[in-house]
């Protein structure tokens, strides 16, 4: 409920607001193909409610290729493609939600790890457990920025 207006604000600034997961208990979720379904349609009609938009990407809970669900996640990707989703996973870790960060530790995370792709996209939390990562998003994007407007990364488009 509390993220809803942030939500709301992010698709009328014009972002693209993309799925994860209703919660994060990857045994219930990835039980079947069903209750995954069944968790992902909570997350689009609320997404649907707030935004009046129809989200077109999505991100497995756990990822593509995470133990726990890999099994139902195989079965269950042709049925979001024929949804007319795409699916992303994470190439580049903030690990955020990993023992105890620090904004140095999240900082240097992200950074050592950038180069390793041509099209990185970065895996960070924020919410009640995590307020950090909030915290020293500015810093992130600034050097992100200042980074992309001296490298490779200025050709590709998102």
């Given at each position: 409920?509390?993220?809803?207006?942030?939500?709301?604000?992010?698709?009328?600034?014009?972002?693209?607001?993309?799925?994860?997961?209703?919660?994060?208990?990857?045994?219930?979720?990835?039980?079947?193909?069903?209750?995954?379904?069944?968790?992902?349609?909570?997350?689009?009609?609320?997404?649907?409610?707030?935004?009046?938009?129809?989200?077109?990407?999505?991100?497995?809970?756990?990822?593509?290729?995470?133990?726990?669900?890999?099994?139902?996640?195989?079965?269950?990707?042709?049925?979001?493609?024929?949804?007319?989703?795409?699916?992303?996973?994470?190439?580049?870790?903030?690990?955020?939600?990993?023992?105890?960060?620090t904004a140095s530790s999240i900082k240097k995370n992200i950074f050592k790890?950038?180069?390793?792709?041509?099209?990185?996209?970065?895996?960070?939390?924020?919410?009640?457990?995590?307020?950090?990562?909030?915290?020293?998003?500015p810093e992130i994007i600034a050097e992100l920025q200042r980074r992309w407007?001296?490298?490779?990364?200025?050709?590709i488009s998102y």
């Open positions: 409920e509390s993220g809803k207006e942030a939500l709301k604000r992010a698709a009328e600034e014009g972002h693209t607001v993309g799925m994860h997961s209703d919660s994060h208990d990857y045994k219930k979720i990835n039980a079947s193909v069903e209750s995954l379904l069944k968790d992902y349609e909570k997350v689009f009609t609320m997404i649907q409610e707030v935004t009046g938009e129809t989200p077109k990407i999505y991100r497995f809970p756990g990822g593509s290729y995470n133990s726990v669900g890999k099994s139902c996640i195989k079965k269950a990707i042709p049925e979001m493609e024929r949804r007319g989703f795409v699916y992303f996973d994470w190439n580049v870790t903030a690990e955020d939600a990993v023992g105890t960060p790890n950038l180069e390793q792709t041509d099209a990185p996209v970065i895996l960070m939390h924020d919410g009640p457990c995590n307020s950090l990562t909030v915290e020293v998003l407007s001296a490298t490779r990364y200025k050709n």
